[in-house]
């Protein structure tokens, strides 16, 4: 029972393609993110989801396209994949407003290795 | 915007030793959290530890500590009788206490036990 899980962890693509990674959380938490992690390991925030609505877009280009059909659920899809897009891309999740101390926490997936040849 | 600062990008410890990995941080906010997080090979995401800024004590989980200096921004992080399982790379991270929360992390430091 992951609690945050992506799918798929693994993700060979070639350039110009277009491709969905999912994302699911079982942890009742009301905000979902996307990070990536380019090769150099350096982790950027790209957007945020709280209980269904956008509430951060950091500047990633918009072939790259968030949806939350509810508030355990952010799949990325992104349009026209490029070279630079090679990366691992994380899921997590957390609780926005929480009493305890732990809800500041954020829950990461397992990461969805994406390779654009 | 707050930035994180991890100035070792790769240190080592002898197994069974004990290791200090440094952060710092730069923030004009009262109300944060500070997270370290392992990432081993496998990628995984695994939190190590957290300190609310609010709190004077510093946090612990077994073998793992901070040495949280608010007034410097310094968040270290030691790990007390160094596992081969605990090389990975760490990271340090930022959280506001404020509606954004998301993560802003340092570059990461990668940690080899040696046997």
């Known amino acids: 029972d992951t609690a945050v899980s992506q799918t798929p962890k693994y993700l060979v693509t070639q350039m110009g393609n277009d491709k969905s990674i999912k994302c699911e959380q079982n942890?009742?938490?009301?905000?979902m993110y996307w990070y990536k992690q380019d090769s150099k390991k350096f982790l950027k925030i790209m957007f945020s989801?709280?209980?269904?609505?956008?509430?951060i877009n950091e500047t990633v280009p918009n072939r790259f396209s968030p949806k939350s059909p509810d508030k355990a659920h952010l799949n990325l899809h992104i349009n026209s994949l490029e070279l630079g897009d090679s990366a691992v891309y994380f899921c997590?999740?957390?609780?926005?407003?929480?009493?305890?101390?732990?809800?500041?926490?954020?829950?990461f997936g397992e990461g969805s290795w994406l390779t654009v040849v | 915007a707050q930035t994180v600062t991890q100035s070792q990008p790769e240190m080592s410890v002898q197994e069974a030793e004990t290791v200090t990995l440094s952060c710092t941080y730069d923030?004009?906010?009262?109300?944060?959290?500070l997270f370290w997080y392992k990432q081993p090979p496998s990628r995984q995401m695994i939190l190590v530890i957290r300190?609310?800024?609010?709190?004077?004590q510093n946090a612990t989980e077994n073998r793992f500590s901070v040495n949280f200096q608010k007034a410097a921004k310094s968040f270290s992080l030691k790990i007390s009788d160094s596992q081969l399982g605990d090389a990975a790379m760490y990271f340090c991270?930022?959280?506001?206490?404020?509606?954004?929360?998301?993560?802003?992390f340092g570059s990461g430091t990668q940690l080899t036990v040696l046997p």
């Open positions: 923030t004009s906010e009262s109300d944060y959290y």
């Open positions: 942890l009742g938490h009301d905000t």
């Open positions: 989801y709280n209980n269904k609505e956008l509430i």
């Open positions: 300190q609310e800024a609010y709190k004077q």
């Open positions: 997590a999740s957390s609780q926005l407003w929480a009493a305890q101390s732990s809800g500041n926490t954020i829950y």
């Open positions: 991270a930022y959280r506001t206490g404020g509606s954004a929360r998301q993560l802003t």
